[in-house]
């Protein structure tokens, strides 16, 4: 069973950067690609970038220039590299995984999802 760790979050100042890590196990990471999502309290959960096998990428529209997503498969691990970190940015972050697709911003196509790291930003 694919299970997915994410960690690196925390309490940041606006401006500031934060890299969030995503470590797969359970499978083998080179089948699947991987996406990042976020949800703010009482907002409904948004996608934020996804990485195929491939190393092809998609981004928010919003976010993409400020955030980068990477991955490591020789350590079956996903980043999500976040600057000029604003407060709109505070939200549990969440990894996930699927087969399906290419970089898929669906957050239907993902099987595979972490429990989410807290990332907050302070103005």
């Known amino acids: 069973q694919v299970q997915l760790v994410e960690s690196g979050g925390g309490l940041v100042q606006a401006g500031t950067s934060l890299r969030l890590s995503c470590a797969f196990s359970?499978?083998?990471?080179?089948?699947?690609?991987m996406g990042w999502f976020r949800q703010a309290p009482g907002k409904e959960r948004e996608f934020v970038a996804s990485?195929?096998?491939?190393?092809?990428?998609l981004y928010a529209p919003s976010l993409e220039g400020r955030f980068a997503i990477a991955r490591d498969n020789g350590w079956s691990t996903s980043y999500l590299q976040m600057n000029s970190l604003k407060s709109e940015d505070s939200a549990v972050y969440y990894c996930?995984?699927?087969?399906?697709?290419?970089?898929?911003?669906?957050?239907?196509?993902?099987?595979?999802w972490g429990q989410g790291t807290q990332v907050t930003v302070s103005s």
């Open positions: 996930a995984a699927t087969t399906s697709g290419y970089t898929p911003s669906d957050q239907s196509e993902y099987a595979f």
């Open positions: 359970g499978g083998r990471f080179t089948n699947y690609n």
């Open positions: 990485i195929s096998w491939g190393y092809s990428k």
